[in-house]
């Protein structure tokens, strides 16, 4: 098949090519950042650069595509993330229905089932776009958080020997291993077609307290503490490191709300009856220390 890769050389995105080239399929990677370009190739892919905000290059991009992977790349320092997140979203579902291509793997997300609803109010489900589309065949990947968002902790865990978010250390937090991601997606694009599929994927689930022994003990740090910290000294703390107020609140505080409120928790007790994930969070936290060790 011929498959257009949005999301550059992102975590899962960086997994998924080489599975792809190496299944004989011709694909090409969107990417803004022209820099990335040797990168792709070396991957044996084709790449192409510009921005998925502009629905001709999109248009450009999917054009004689078999299949597309679909994600909204992360954009957080953008005065209106929820703009963002719409325009990009309907950009692709428009393009996949001009273009008339039948297969997409759609990189959705936890909390896209309880989108509109407190305190998710302002978040988006891209499904509801590509599920409008009539004779479409796609997969919608809902992963937990990935593993690899614990990475923008590691000065934290150096400097202040200290993990956390705004819940407690008590709460079951639901992972994914982004390399597990990139394996169901592989999947999705050499199974057969079958209209509308959801697939959950949990590598592990881990609370607050677990996470900070494991990773602790991974980095030489057996003393390490999740600490809960305060909706409002998160969100000063993120607006600090670049995020706009929009997303900060939106994407990062409401959300950790649902998972502190076990809204989150309960909706995958409900629903994972299909679920994917094999890499547990002790071999991920392996992966973390070569990172910490090598990290400033």
């Given at each position: ?7 550059s050389?992102?975590?899962?995105s ?9 299944n004989g ?39 004689e ?6 994600m ?51 978040y ?6 590509l ?19 614990f ?18 250390d ?27 599929q ?21 980095v ?5 503490k ?19 107020q929009?997303?900060?609140?939106h994407?990062i505080?409401?959300?950790g ?40």
């Amino acid at each position: 098949m011929k498959i257009t890769v949005t999301g550059s050389l992102g975590n899962i995105s960086r997994a998924l090519i080489p599975q792809l080239t190496a299944n004989g399929h011709e694909v090409k990677v969107i990417s803004s950042d022209p820099g990335k370009a040797v990168e792709i190739e070396k991957l044996k892919a084709i790449p192409l650069i510009g921005s998925v905000e502009d629905i001709d290059f999109v248009e450009s991009a999917f054009s004689e595509s078999d299949a597309v992977y679909l994600m909204i790349p992360p954009n957080f320092s953008t005065p209106d993330y929820k703009a963002f997140t719409i325009n990009v979203g309907k950009n692709y579902a428009a393009v996949v229905k001009q273009t008339g291509i039948e297969r997409v793997v759609n990189l959705s997300s936890s909390g896209s089932a309880l989108a509109g609803k407190a305190p998710l109010t302002h978040y988006q489900n891209m499904e509801v776009w590509l599920d409008e589309l009539a004779g479409l065949h796609v997969t919608h990947l809902r992963p937990g958080g990935f593993y690899s968002n614990f990475y923008g902790a590691i000065g934290m865990i150096k400097h202040q020997g200290i993990i956390g978010n705004n819940f407690g250390d008590d709460v079951e937090m639901i992972m994914s291993h982004p390399a597990d991601i990139a394996d169901a997606a592989f999947e999705a694009f050499n199974s057969p077609l079958k209209g509308k599929q959801i697939r959950y994927i949990v590598s592990d689930r881990k609370s607050g307290k677990e996470v900070a022994e494991i990773l602790g003990a991974a980095v030489g740090k057996p003393e390490l503490k999740w600490i809960q910290f305060p909706d409002e000294q998160l969100l000063n703390a993120l607006i600090q490191n670049g995020f706009s107020q929009d997303a900060a609140q939106h994407y990062i505080v409401d959300m950790g709300i649902a998972i502190r409120e076990g809204i989150l928790g309960n909706h995958y007790k409900q629903n994972t009856h299909d679920v994917y994930g094999k890499r547990g969070f002790a071999e991920f936290a392996t992966e973390f220390a070569q990172v910490y060790q090598f990290s400033n």
